[in-house]
């Protein structure tokens, strides 16, 4: 049984390995130019001076559920990808419908202004 896991076991130790030595070489080789700007706390693209009641616009949280939204259907074309062959021309078929599907409601949110940052 542990013979089955051997391989992975080895890629996750060779893994820990090569992170830890670059993060090491980074620590004792990288160049260290501390100024101002860089001490200043800094996230989700805003300055820090910016007031914690901030409000995003409606198009930041728009396009990221539509990059979810895509990104999670491509995950369901990879098993057809990968057995097309074994699945046949109804997979072919039902595949062509998704996507051509998917293409139309991509075109409908790029028609009702969805992608563009304002």
């Known amino acids: 049984m542990l013979r089955d ?3 992975a076991l080895v890629f996750l130790i060779l ?10 070489l980074n620590v004792l080789l990288g ?3 501390p100024n101002r700007s860089k001490d200043e706390p800094y ?3 805003l300055p820090s001076h910016i007031r914690a009641g901030f409000r995003f616009g409606i198009s930041f949280y ?3 559920m539509l990059f979810i939204l895509f990104d999670i259907e491509v995950i369901f074309l990879y098993p ?10 109804f997979a072919l078929t039902e595949t062509v419908v998704f996507v051509v ?4 409601a ?13």
């Open 62 to 64: 728009l396009v990221a």
């Open 101 to 104: 599907l998917l293409m139309i």
């Open 31 to 33: 160049k260290r130019r």
């Open 5 to 7: 896991y051997l391989p």
């Open 80 to 89: 057809i990808a990968v057995q097309l062959r074994a699945f046949g021309t």
């Open 15 to 24: 893994g820990a390995l090569v992170g830890s030595l670059f993060a090491v």
């Open 43 to 45: 996230e989700c693209g």
């Open 106 to 118: 991509f075109v409908y949110v790029w028609r009702r202004g969805a992608l563009e940052w304002k």
